[in-house]
Structures are given as C-alpha cells and as structure tokens.
C-alpha cells in the first residue's frame, strides 16, 4: 500500500510546509500539488518544513484534480460536512474506519484535502470514491488544514504499527481504479439498456452510489472480474430482448 497527500489549490505557505512536516513525521513521502496558489519554492514554506523540506522539492505539480488521481488507484476525499443535504448520496467514514481498512489495499492511495477557505466542491467530491470526515465539537467544526492533514496521517501511521506488530499480509490483489472504473461503466450500460429508472438524474445517482459502494469496499481485483461476464451477458441478452416481437 502507497500513499500520497493530494492538496487542491493549497492556499498558505504556513500550511504548506507544516504539511510536509507531518507527512515526514508520519513516513508518507508523495505530495501532489493540483494548482496550488504557492509555490514549494515559497521561503515560508521552507522555512515551516523545516528538516521536510525534501518533500516540497519532490512535489507534483498538476493543473486539475482529474490529473492527480490518474496517479493513484484509489481516491480519498475529506470533507468537514458529514453528507446530509450537501450530498446526500455520500456516507463518510472517521479517520479511524478509514485506517482500519486502508490495510487491505495494496494500490496507491491518495488523499485529497480542499482549500483553506472553502474545501472541495460538490464536483470534485463527487469524482473521489470516499470521503473521510473527522468528528469536530460543534461549536467550531471546520480544523486547519495542516491539522487536518496530521490527525488522518496520525491515524493512519498508528494502524501501520499495529498491523506491522501482528505481521498481517494480504495476498489477494486489489482492484485498481481502472477495473472498477470499468465495472462502473457496465452497471450504467445495464441501466441504459433497461431505460431504468425512467428519471435520468435517478439514473446517474444510481450510477453514482455503485461508484460509492465499490470505493467503500475495497473489493479484489478477481472479485471485481467475477462480475464483468454476467453484466456483460444481461446486457447482450436484454439488447437481443429488443428486438424480438411479442
């Protein structure tokens, strides 16, 4: 398993470089910057690194989202608002639930942090595969970034410790992004094929919320296989269906 810290248009040099400090206090070396408002070269930035000044100068720089999370197989949103109205579809996960189960995933991983000032929109979430929520006292819910950033790397890094202490080895391949991306087009093909649901935004939520539910489950590249030929023949037999006379 591979991580990466994938910011989106990172805003502050003080957060920048405090962020490459946790990631070096945490042992996560991949930082991928999607057009970030400061550069790494920032002195400030340096300076806030302090002895992780090697992962500002081994920075990715990307223009779009889409780009950075051609780098990675899976896709880790973290949001401060919990679903509900915002988007409804979507079920987050503590940073604990989430490092409980990152263990079992042998691809990369990028977690996707917002901007200081607003966060990740409603499109940039709805492209990530899950979102992690960290649980805030209501009377100030929104964190800094770069604590953000530490309390999720944090648990993450303690999860690695106790899997390494147990010696915990997955032998099963798990699915890259691609081949659930390739499921996913299945599923929508059979929806199209059946005209189901009628309402063509119930559809594409439909689609959606089966995107969520194999990001969640971090399901095996064999499992996700097993399911290619009977999507496949259930669309053949329906399109056949079409044209037979009654």
Not at 163 to 191: D, G, H, P, Q
Not at 206 to 235: N, T
Request: aromatic share 8%; proline share 4%.
């Amino acid at each position: 398993m591979e991580l990466a810290v994938i910011l989106v248009e990172v805003e502050y040099p003080i957060n920048l470089g405090s962020i490459a400090r946790v990631m070096k206090n945490f042992g996560v070396k991949e930082l991928i910057l999607v057009n970030p408002k400061v550069s790494p070269d920032d002195k400030t930035a340096r300076k806030f690194a302090v002895h992780a000044v090697d992962i500002l100068e081994n920075a990715k720089i990307v223009k779009t989202l889409d780009e950075a999370l051609e780098m990675v197989d899976l896709a880790v949103g973290t949001s401060g608002v919990a679903g509900e109205d915002y988007i409804p579809e979507r079920t987050p996960i503590t940073p604990e639930e989430f490092a409980k189960r990152i263990f079992l995933y042998e691809g990369k991983i990028g977690i996707v942090f917002g901007r200081e000032s607003r966060g990740l929109d409603n499109e940039e979430l709805k492209k990530l595969d899950f979102t992690v929520t960290i649980p805030t006292s209501d009377e100030y819910p929104v964190m800094n970034l770069s604590h953000a950033v530490a309390v999720i790397l944090y648990e993450i890094y303690k999860q690695r410790i106790r899997s390494e202490e147990t010696e915990v080895k997955e032998k099963l391949r798990k699915s890259t992004r691609e081949e659930k991306a390739r499921l996913v087009e299945l599923w929508e093909k059979l929806l199209n094929t059946l005209d189901y649901p009628k309402d063509l935004e119930r559809r594409k939520l439909s689609v959606l919320m089966f995107q969520r539910f194999l990001g969640r489950g971090f399901i095996y590249a064999k499992e996700v296989h097993s399911m290619y030929g009977p999507l496949r023949k259930a669309i053949e037999m329906l399109e056949r269906c079409k044209n037979d006379s009654y």
